[in-house]
């Protein structure tokens, strides 16, 4: 078989170990085939090493019902790429999302004695500073699987005749135990804000902030946004929890820079330049980071010098400064 419908096969085995075990074996044939014995051997080793049976493994992938196919347009599959040890959050961030997990982990036992369980969170904090690698690699730990829902395409499509595929996926999320991610959830705030023409627009997005108001998922709701204050009281109220995700401050980029060279020959200390990062995000952190790491290959050069860091970081700087400038205008 071909290996681009092999690797599809793979990853729509994801989550079913027998499923995933019949595929990988069938790659690992292939190479045999082709002749590849030592990449044939390597992958059988590492397969046999992995978790034998789902119930092993530490954390137990939830099965998966079929997704409505009706629903595909507006929400998607995310594939988990990063694990905890990806993202660097803040204490009180640890610990309630820490305690999310313990709970989620008996719910049933919470739920027998007449208790809910936290389900439904908001994220709140400013562009690149892990709302959405935080929901990808929460859903990880918790093995479940991650639906991100496309809220701008939603709320257009409620308008015509797609009602019944947005109560299916509402269906869909409270039978099959998953992270339901509304991403950008501004977009419905900001809705609800819009004033005169759009009152149709309103009335759709007020029944769909009731869908979520009554909806008990399985697993998780998050919604994302970068308004914190300006939410409105409404849509607050509809959340268990409300985490903030902070531009980060000297400490934590101290540790973000540890993880961004970790596997990186540095020649100096970058967490020396970590009060001069502070008000940058991390995603623009990060940016700096990368610039300064592909100096060293462009040059070819063995390893990253003080100065390739300082000409990423006055070129991000520059850009910062170009930003601002455009803002008034967008
Ligand atoms: N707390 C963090 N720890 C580690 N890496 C981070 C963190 N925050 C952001 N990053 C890096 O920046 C990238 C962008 O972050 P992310 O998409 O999670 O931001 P966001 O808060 O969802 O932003 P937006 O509001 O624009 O959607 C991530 O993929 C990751 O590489
Ligand atoms: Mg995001």
Same mark, same amino acid.
């Given at each position: 078989m071909a290996r681009g419908e092999l690797m599809k096969k793979l990853l729509a085995s994801y989550g079913r170990d027998e499923d995933f075990r019949a595929v990988a074996e069938q790659i690992?044939? #292939?190479? #045999?085939?082709?002749?590849?014995?030592?990449?044939?051997?390597?992958?059988?080793?590492?397969?046999?090493?992995g978790p034998q049976r789902t119930q092993s493994a530490p954390k137990a992938l939830a099965p998966l019902i079929p997704f409505p196919e009706a629903a595909a347009d507006f929400v998607e599959r995310i594939e988990p790429e990063h694990n905890r040890n990806d993202i660097v959050l803040s204490a009180a961030n640890v610990r309630v999302l820490l305690g999310l997990v313990k709970e989620f982990r008996r719910a049933d036992e919470i739920r027998q004695h007449g208790l809910k369980i936290r389900s439904k969170m908001l994220f709140c904090g400013p562009p690149g500073c892990g709302k959405t690698?935080?929901? #990808?690699?929460?859903?990880?730990?918790?093995?479940?699987?991650?639906?991100?829902?496309?809220?701008?395409r939603l709320i257009s499509s409620y308008l015509g005749?797609?009602?019944?595929?947005?109560?299916?996926?509402?269906?869909?999320a409270r039978k099959q135990p998953c992270v339901l991610f509304f991403d950008e959830f501004d977009a419905l705030a900001r809705t609800r804000d819009d004033s005169g023409e759009h009152n149709e627009l309103r009335r759709v997005v007020n029944s769909l902030l009731l869908f979520i108001d009554n909806m008990q998922p399985k697993g998780f709701l998050i919604a994302a946004t970068n308004l914190d204050r300006s939410l409105d009281a409404a849509i607050w109220r509809r959340f268990d929890e409300v985490l903030w995700f902070d531009k980060p401050e000297a400490a934590m980029i101290a540790r973000f820079l540890k993880l961004k060279f970790k596997n990186v020959p540095i020649a100096f200390d970058p967490a020396r330049h970590s009060a001069a990062l502070e008000g940058y995000s991390f995603a623009e952190i990060e940016r700096v980071c990368t610039q300064?790491?592909?100096?060293?290959?462009? #040059?070819?050069?063995?390893?990253?010098?003080?100065?390739?860091?300082?000409?990423?970081?006055?070129?991000?700087?520059?850009?910062?400064?170009?930003?601002?400038?455009?803002?008034p205008i967008i």
């Open positions: 690992i044939d #292939e190479e #045999e085939k082709k002749n590849n014995r030592a990449l044939a051997r390597t992958l059988r080793k590492t397969l046999e090493a690698l935080c929901a #990808e690699i929460f859903a990880a730990e918790l093995g479940l699987p991650l639906f991100r829902v496309k809220l701008d005749e797609t009602a019944t595929n947005i109560r299916k996926t509402f269906e869909f300064a790491i592909k100096a060293i290959i462009i #040059e070819r050069r063995k390893q990253v010098q003080e100065r390739d860091f300082n000409r990423a970081l006055r070129d991000e700087a520059r850009r910062r400064a170009g930003q601002a400038r455009l803002a």
